[in-house]
């Protein structure tokens, strides 16, 4: 199978996980982010997952759509994943509750129209 043919999947999967992000972050506060590790660590895969689904995506599909950050969403994850100790708690907090929001915004019109049986 073509990469690009599997592109509406991995843009599923980003938008998929940043709801998650925002629904684990519902009704939270930075004080609880700051004192909770389970919170932290829970947000982070959320953001992992989106930067892996992200770098699955081909390059035509992502040449087509400059209106999302690719190459910056790439960059958290591959420091999530590779640099996990200089992992900036603050400025991941202001991704996850700046940034993901509006990613949601610019992938929804990304995705086909789900067909009802």
Not at 3 to 15: K, N
């Amino acid at each position: 199978m073509q990469s690009e043919t599997r592109d509406p999947a991995y843009v599923w999967d980003m938008l998929d996980a940043a709801k998650t992000v925002v629904a684990i972050l519902s009704g939270k506060t930075k004080d609880d982010w700051d004192n909770d590790i389970v919170l932290r660590m829970a947000v982070e895969r959320g953001i992992e997952i989106i930067g892996e689904a992200a770098r699955r995506v081909s390059k035509i599909f992502t040449r087509q759509h400059p209106e999302i950050p690719w190459s910056d969403i790439i960059g958290q994850r591959n420091i999530l994943i590779h640099e996990y100790g200089r992992i900036n708690h603050d400025q991941l907090y202001r991704t996850a509750t700046q940034d993901v929001p509006k990613l949601i915004d610019r992938l929804l019109p990304l995705l086909p129209p789900v067909e009802e049986d």
